[in-house]
């Protein structure tokens, strides 16, 4: 129609994007489903050799039980997301159609090793500090006794808020890391900043996608007793790698528009 100028979006759809990403795992699914091996294991392992340690050790001093639970977990954390940038960078060369190897999911071992370790540190206290007042009141002996309602209540004004504060720190941080492989050269600092800028306008929509995939991937998941996640974990993985390809390309049509 005459004198009629319709804009489409100029981001794929969440169908879009789940399409791309079924077409594209299929060329490496074996060596996807290795790489999720890996990191599942890893974090099984994990589980297992770095349980919580018992109060009974540091009955003198609760703090100092704090504070190497919360090293423990650090470390912990560090490790695991080490080898998820692996699987980041395996997930932005499939959606590139760039070859791929299971040693892929080492590669933060290999590169950017400092900035991916500041980065998960980073991500980290994102987690603990909003939490912090949540973890007081739901650990305090006082929980059982007569003050237990005014406990409660703080318990859930503290909690509700520091969800949604990670909620919303992580979005607004979740494109750090593919970032990360794009710009090398750039710092903790530059990375956190441009992710921001980069998601300004779009949290909402991530927001979506990631719950969308979480449920699939939790589904699909029990349905087949865990063994589907070898396959649903990269899938999730390059939809996620190609909704930050899609915010790089239409950061630049936004630029060669001004």
């Known amino acids: 129609m005459k004198g009629l100028n319709i804009r489409m979006k100029p981001y794929m759809t969440y169908s879009q994007m789940t399409a791309f990403a079924k077409k594209q795992i299929k060329t490496a699914a074996g060596t996807l489903?290795?790489?999720?091996?890996?990191?599942?294991?890893?974090?099984?392992?994990?589980?297992?050799?770095?349980?919580?340690?018992?109060?009974?050790?540091?009955?003198?001093?609760?703090?100092?039980?704090?504070?190497?639970?919360?090293?423990?977990?650090?470390?912990?954390?560090?490790?695991?997301?080490?080898?998820?940038?692996?699987?980041?960078?395996?997930?932005?060369?499939?959606?590139?159609?760039?070859?791929v190897s299971v040693s892929g999911i080492f590669y933060a071992f290999k590169h950017q090793t400092k900035n991916c370790i500041l980065l998960s540190v980073f991500i980290w206290l994102i987690d603990i500090v909003p939490m912090i007042p949540y973890r007081a009141v739901s650990s305090s002996p006082l929980i059982f006794s007569s003050m237990a309602p005014v406990l409660f209540t703080v318990f859930v004004l503290s909690y509700i808020p520091a969800v949604i504060l990670n909620t919303l720190l992580r979005l607004t941080y979740s494109q750090a890391y593919y970032l990360m492989f794009d710009y090398p050269s750039l710092s903790l600092r530059q990375l956190l900043k441009s992710s921001r800028l980069l998601m300004r306008g779009h949290k909402k929509r991530y927001f979506f996608i990631q719950i969308r995939l979480l449920l699939l991937f939790l589904l699909g998941s029990l349905c087949t007793c865990f063994i589907g996640s070898l396959w649903l974990m990269p899938f999730t993985s390059v939809v996620t790698a190609k909704f930050y390809l899609e915010l790089i390309r239409t950061k630049r049509m936004d630029n060669a528009a001004e």
Do not use: D
């Open 33 to 99: 489903a290795g790489a999720a091996a890996i990191l599942t294991g890893a974090n099984l392992g994990l589980r297992l050799l770095l349980p919580s340690l018992p109060h009974q050790l540091f009955a003198v001093s609760p703090a100092l039980w704090y504070i190497l639970n919360y090293l423990i977990s650090a470390m912990a954390t560090v490790l695991l997301a080490m080898l998820q940038t692996g699987m980041r960078c395996l997930s932005l060369k499939i959606c590139s159609e760039q070859p």
